[in-house]
């Protein structure tokens, strides 16, 4: 189920819309009730962590091309 952000081109307020199955919508601003309004591209936010808070992990060396970082990710190794 997509949640999708729109932007209202009226009272240039933003809101989020959460779209489930193929349901038809009327949409309008909560705000100023516009049906004039534009889709945005929404930010991503996420945490990578393990049991007891665990995170990545890196190390630095020194390579040809200059320093080199490996990050440890957690999460299933193959």
């Known amino acids: ?3 999708y952000e729109f932007k209202c081109l009226k009272c240039e ?5 959460l779209v489930m199955n193929n349901d038809e919508l009327e ?11 534009e889709r945005v ?3 991503t936010n996420y945490a990578i962590g393990g049991e007891g808070g665990g995170g990545v992990g890196s190390q630095t060396r020194t390579c040809s091309s200059g320093s080199c970082t490996t990050y440890d990710i957690p999460g299933p190794t193959r």
């Open 1 to 3: 189920m997509p949640i």
């Open 13 to 17: 307020d933003f809101f989020e819309l």
């Open 27 to 37: 949409l309008r601003c909560p705000e100023c009730k516009s049906e004039d309004f």
């Open 41 to 43: 591209l929404s930010t």
